[in-house]
């Protein structure tokens, strides 16, 4: 059964609710990834963390992401932070494939990502600040999962909530996760009816002004 609060963020886009995080006073969005295939729907799950970093050991290892695909649920989407690195992927065409199969919702990766053709032909949202042909085989390997990792600057735990799409990518931190959605609708609602008002005829620099269409405020914030 499908999660309440992901069904909930499949019908609102990120920018209601990296809106709805500004009201809050929260952080969560993230500008600096995109997606690395054009896709119109909206990616939303929950988040399931891999942490990358250089292999300092000779000898086989285990290939990043691997133990968490294997045992990932419906709706999990992958988190994979290498730390902004550009010059190697740590996702590609057979990680898709499982990934798929396992029912993931989504893969958002701070770093690079290649074998962008495959994920696409597979239907599985990629998000990546790059794609390149370069393996991770001998180069990186993965440190650790489900630990709180920094996604540019925004810090993202296991189960947390993502949403993203063409706008980009948004986290919502669990324990705000219902404040943040219910404020997201109002939001999304308010540009609804400024929407109608705009097709309706009505001059956009009236639509637009504050005073016929307020801001959408929370009624509390973070301390």
Known sequence: ?????????????????????????????????????????????????????????????????????????????????????????????LLAEAAVLRGVAGVIVDGACRDVQESAALGLPLYARAAVP???????????????????????ASFDYVIADVNGVVFLPADRAERVVALARRIADREERMAEAVRAGRDVSEVMHDSQFPTVTAEERTP
Do not use: F, Y
């Open 1 to 93: 059964m499908t999660d309440p609060i992901v069904a909930a963020l499949r019908g609102l886009d990120s920018c209601a609710v990296s809106d709805a995080l500004d009201a809050l006073g929260l952080p969560g969005a993230v500008t600096v990834l995109a997606q690395r295939w054009p896709s119109a729907t909206v990616t939303a799950g929950r988040v399931r963390t891999v942490t990358a970093g250089p292999k300092a050991t000779s000898g086989p290892a285990t290939h990043i992401a691997t133990p968490l695909v294997a045992v990932a649920e419906p709706d999990d989407v992958v988190v994979i932070d290498n730390h902004g690195r550009t010059d190697v992927s740590c996702w590609g065409g």
């Open 134 to 156: 370069v393996s991770a085989r001998g180069r990186i390997v993965q440190q650790a999962a489900d630990e709180r990792i920094q996604v540019s600057g925004v810090s993202v």
